[in-house]
T-cell receptor, first 112, second 113 residues
Framework: GDSVTQMEGPVTLSEEAFLTINCTYTATGYPSLFWYVQYPGEGLQLLLKATKADDKGSNKGFEATYRKETTSFHLEKGSVQVSDSAVYFCASAPGGYQKVTFGTGTKLQVIP | ETGVTQSPTHLIKTRGQQVTLRCSSQSGHNTVSWYQQALGQGPQFIFQYYREEENGRGNFPPRFSGLQFPNYSSELNVNALELDDSALYLC????????????FGSGTRLTVV
């Protein structure tokens, strides 16, 4: 079945550091890929998405590129802020969007 | 536009009891999915409803059941609660093709004691 693997956390960075959170997926066909963010005590918020190979999703300074050849969708941000501290989930959804498969989440802590 | 609303926000139940969780979908969305998120884990797909019918189910036993109403709101029912059912239950709504992704609610935190 479909699966998503993302790097384990927690990831601790200083403010203004560069962020990369790795994510790889296995799926039949060509799924859509997502990054969701979850702040403490809250539900999931869609951060960005990409629906086909070579698409780049971007939002709030975060970017991720759909790499079919490496089945990856790594999340990057050039300069993190304390307010970016949260848990980040990589996810995939097959055509038809019957269900979304999530990774286990990566906790990011940004210190001043 | 209103987002996804879930109720209640927190709930404590005793093992063996039954529970009903509720979800109001975002305006313009006609598909609702439910997920279970155990502590420290990613959400796991329970099932999805479209046009008041179940449209896909994850690896959950039949004591997990649901309903969707004509206004697209939804309920998740869990019978014979077990301690391992303690989790955050998330509802997500979307259009049928989910072109704009899923909108998640803030969840219901269920604790089974």
């Amino acid at each position: 079945g479909d699966s998503v693997t993302q790097m384990e956390g927690p990831v601790t960075l200083s403010e203004e550091a560069f962020l990369t959170i790795n994510c790889t997926y296995t799926a039949t066909g060509y799924p859509s890929l997502f990054w969701y963010v979850q702040y403490p005590g809250e539900g999931l918020q869609l951060l960005l998405k990409a629906t086909k190979a070579d698409d780049k999703g971007s939002n709030k300074g975060f970017e991720a590129t759909y790499r079919k050849e490496t089945t990856s969708f790594h999340l990057e941000k050039g300069s993190v802020q304390v307010s970016d501290s949260a848990v980040y989930f990589c996810a995939s959804a097959p055509g038809g969007y019957q269900k979304v498969t999530f990774g286990t989440g990566t906790k990011l802590q940004v210190i001043p | 536009e209103t987002g996804v609303t879930q109720s209640p926000t927190h709930l404590i139940k005793t093992r063996g009891q039954q529970v009903t969780l509720r979800c109001s979908s975002q305006s313009g969305h006609n598909t609702v999915s439910w997920y279970q998120q155990a502590l420290g884990q990613g959400p796991q797909f329970i099932f999805q409803y479209y046009r008041e019918e179940e449209n896909g189910r994850g690896n959950f036993p039949p004591r997990f059941s649901g309903l969707q109403f004509p206004n697209y709101s939804s309920e998740l029912n869990v019978n014979a609660l077990e301690l391992d059912d303690s989790a955050l239950y998330l509802c997500a709504s979307s259009t049928r093709d989910a072109n704009y992704g899923y909108t998640f609610g803030s969840g219901t935190r269920l604790t089974v004691v």
